[in-house]
């Protein structure tokens, strides 16, 4: 009797705790993400973000019923992060929709559209009409977010978003003309335009009266007014933002022969101690292109070739400080295009200068003539990479709280730029992400610097596997790959049935 009661008490204890634990997790969330990047759980960055939510978020989410299999983990992974982010807000709710006879109408009429995707069933390929997506409600505001095939990115997204809703000032962006040039800038006006308010061809002369938080400028040619140097003064002095795109040597693409840019804007960024050097920095560390084994230029058709191009430096390794967010967290690799030398001139110590990107310790300096072949046959500057790092990137920080970021090459943030470019398969870099990450840090709003790049990772090979791709290297690890997993279920298999020969003996014996 005395046992049983005992039992009965245990059974009691389980139960208890059993609760207990259920009533303390509903208040406390935790999640162990065992990835290198924490990729499925959220940041501090969106934590931070979630804590300025005064006022009921009520997630809305429109997904159809019959997804094929590829899309049903889209829905789970999103139902997975919806609930990490009520898990850390009680302003926080998701419904989904329910899928009746209004339903793709009610779809319809927020703005989120159907689509047609391929799905393969029975051996046969069909086509099936689905709708995904997700409508914010916050304060009176609504931002609608279609999310067909989304899941690299998610919490971006969706931390971005909540911070559109939640900031009560959208700030201005303008982008300054100057001059006769005029460059493209769409993938600029796409990017930055889904959470800032974009002027376009602001001039100068304009620029004392505009509600302005950053002007971006590249590409000056020729000598700016003295209305305009001086309004440009008043706006940085003011403790507003420039982020200025300015090189100091033309490049011709035809000829392949660069000259030096004559401009009144290096006499306006001395004033504050950043010259731009009359040369062209090259660095061992640089962009692929597809060349021709005749001449310096890109290929043609016939006769291509795969060449490192050392007059587009990829940066990847970034310098950063105690304190300070610059931007460049979570970067991969930005390249820049026919960069200049930045060198700071100022002795005062009243103005911060921060260096932002420099080259490897694999540089060279081409400087009075300047040839932009890209095979060593007709460029041989080419073969003595052996000159120290140089500053091609800065940051100028003003006591009045004016900044000035400044990257020697003029056409960054020209749709068209050859550094943006693809030229090569597994070319990649991370341009635009730099972008947003120095203007997120001028504007005071950093949050989402970190969670930008989170979810990228280079994994390069190794220093001892470089250039041995197609060698015995790679036949040794292929194999390495095909057999050893085998081995795995092979050895765990003959552990099991060991164990259970084993087990099966045991009962034989004991039970005779």
Same mark, same amino acid.
């Given at each position: 009797?005395?046992?049983?009661? %005992?039992?009965?008490?245990?059974?009691?204890?389980?139960? +208890?705790?059993?609760? /207990?634990?259920?009533?303390?997790?509903?208040?406390?969330?935790?999640?162990?993400?065992?990835?290198?990047?924490?990729?499925?759980?959220?940041?501090?960055?969106?934590?931070?973000?979630?804590?300025?939510?005064?006022?009921?978020?009520?997630?809305?989410?429109?997904?159809?019923?019959?997804?094929?299999?590829?899309?049903?983990?889209?829905?789970?992974?999103?139902?997975?992060?919806?609930?990490?982010?009520?898990?850390?807000?009680?302003?926080?709710?998701?419904?989904?929709?329910?899928?009746?006879?209004?339903?793709?109408?009610?779809?319809?009429?927020?703005?989120?559209?159907?689509?047609?995707?391929?799905?393969?069933?029975?051996?046969?390929?069909?086509?099936?009409?689905?709708?995904?997506?997700?409508?914010?409600?916050?304060?009176?505001?609504?931002?609608?977010?279609?999310?067909?095939?989304?899941?690299?990115?998610?919490?971006?997204?969706?931390?971005?978003?909540?911070?559109?809703?939640?900031?009560?000032?959208?700030?201005?962006?303008?982008?300054?003309?100057?001059?006769?040039?005029?460059?493209?800038?769409?993938?600029?006006?796409?990017?930055?335009?889904?959470?800032?308010?974009?002027?376009?061809?602001?001039?100068?002369?304009?620029?004392?009266? %505009?509600?302005?938080?950053?002007?971006?400028?590249?590409?000056?040619?020729?000598?700016?007014?003295?209305?305009?140097?001086?309004? /440009?003064?008043?706006?940085?002095?003011?403790?507003?933002?420039?982020?200025?795109?300015?090189?100091?040597?033309?490049?011709?693409?035809?000829?392949?022969?660069?000259?030096?840019?004559?401009?009144?804007?290096?006499?306006?960024?001395?004033?504050?101690?950043?010259?731009?050097?009359?040369?062209?920095?090259?660095?061992?560390?640089?962009?692929?292109?597809?060349?021709?084994?005749?001449?310096?230029?890109?290929?043609?058709?016939?006769?291509?070739?795969?060449?490192?191009?050392?007059?587009?430096?990829?940066?990847?390794?970034?310098?950063?400080?105690?304190?300070?967010?610059?931007?460049?967290?979570?970067?991969?690799?930005?390249?820049?295009?026919?960069?200049?030398?930045?060198?700071?001139?100022?002795?005062?110590?009243? @103005?911060?200068?921060?260096?932002?990107? +420099?080259?490897?310790? @694999?540089?060279?300096?081409?400087?009075?003539?300047?040839? =932009?072949?890209?095979?060593?046959?007709?460029?041989?500057?080419?073969?003595?990479?052996?000159?120290?790092?140089?500053?091609?990137?800065?940051?100028?920080?003003?006591? %009045?709280?004016?900044?000035?970021?400044?990257?020697?090459?003029?056409?960054?943030?020209?749709?068209?730029? =050859?550094?943006?470019?693809?030229?090569?398969?597994?070319?990649?870099?991370?341009?635009?992400?730099?972008?947003?990450?120095?203007?997120?840090?001028?504007?005071?709003?950093?949050?989402?610097?970190?969670?930008?790049?989170?979810?990228?990772?280079?994994?390069?090979?190794?220093?001892?596997?470089?250039?041995?791709?197609?060698?015995?290297?790679?036949?040794?690890?292929?194999?390495?790959?095909?057999?050893?997993?085998?081995?795995?279920?092979?050895?765990?298999?003959?552990?099991?049935?060991?164990?259970?020969?084993?087990?099966?003996?045991?009962?034989?014996?004991?039970?005779?």
């Amino acid at each position: 009797m005395k046992s049983k009661k %005992s039992s009965y008490f245990l059974y009691f204890i389980y139960i +208890s705790a059993f609760i /207990l634990i259920n009533l303390i997790s509903m208040n406390y969330f935790k999640r162990i993400d065992l990835t290198d990047n924490k990729m499925y759980s959220l940041s501090d960055s969106s934590k931070l973000t979630i804590d300025k939510i005064d006022d009921p978020l009520i997630i809305d989410l429109y997904f159809s019923d019959d997804l094929p299999g590829q899309l049903q983990n889209n829905r789970r992974y999103i139902q997975d992060i919806l609930e990490e982010y009520a898990a850390y807000s009680n302003h926080i709710n998701f419904y989904f929709i329910k899928n009746d006879e209004k339903f793709s109408s009610k779809a319809k009429a927020e703005g989120l559209q159907s689509q047609d995707i391929k799905v393969i069933e029975n051996d046969e390929v069909t086509f099936k009409t689905i709708i995904m997506g997700m409508k914010l409600r916050y304060n009176g505001k609504t931002e609608i977010l279609p999310m067909l095939g989304i899941s690299a990115g998610l919490e971006y997204t969706i931390t971005r978003t909540i911070k559109k809703l939640i900031d009560e000032k959208q700030h201005t962006i303008a982008i300054g003309q100057v001059g006769t040039k005029v460059g493209l800038y769409e993938n600029i006006n796409t990017l930055l335009g889904e959470r800032f308010i974009i002027n376009n061809n602001v001039v100068l002369s304009s620029l004392e009266d %505009s509600n302005i938080d950053l002007l971006l400028l590249g590409n000056i040619e020729g000598d700016l007014t003295d209305d305009e140097l001086n309004n /440009l003064r008043i706006f940085i002095n003011s403790g507003k933002k420039l982020f200025l795109a300015q090189g100091k040597i033309n490049t011709d693409l035809q000829t392949w022969q660069g000259t030096v840019k004559q401009s009144n804007i290096y006499n306006f960024l001395n004033e504050y101690g950043l010259n731009i050097e009359e040369n062209l920095i090259l660095d061992q560390n640089s962009k692929k292109i597809i060349a021709t084994s005749g001449g310096g230029g890109l290929a043609s058709f016939f006769n291509r070739m795969q060449i490192d191009y050392p007059l587009i430096p990829t940066i990847t390794e970034f310098q950063f400080y105690d304190n300070m967010t610059t931007g460049l967290e979570g970067l991969q690799a930005v390249q820049i295009a026919f960069p200049s030398e930045i060198t700071f001139t100022d002795t005062s110590n009243v @103005n911060t200068f921060l260096p932002l990107l +420099s080259t490897s310790e @694999n540089s060279a300096t081409m400087s009075e003539f300047f040839n =932009l072949g890209a095979l060593p046959e007709v460029n041989p500057i080419l073969n003595n990479l052996n000159e120290s790092s140089k500053i091609i990137g800065a940051k100028l920080i003003l006591p %009045s709280g004016g900044e000035i970021v400044l990257i020697t090459d003029s056409e960054f943030f020209d749709d068209n730029n =050859l550094a943006h470019r693809p030229m090569v398969r597994n070319d990649i870099n991370e341009n635009y992400t730099f972008i947003e990450n120095i203007i997120d840090v001028m504007i005071g709003d950093a949050e989402l610097v970190s969670l930008r790049s989170r979810e990228i990772i280079s994994r390069p090979l190794i220093d001892e596997a470089l250039g041995k791709e197609n060698t015995s290297l790679r036949t040794k690890w292929k194999w390495i790959n095909i057999f050893l997993p085998s081995l795995f279920v092979i050895g765990y298999g003959l552990i099991r049935r060991r164990n259970i020969n084993k087990k099966s003996k045991y009962i034989l014996d004991y039970y005779g």
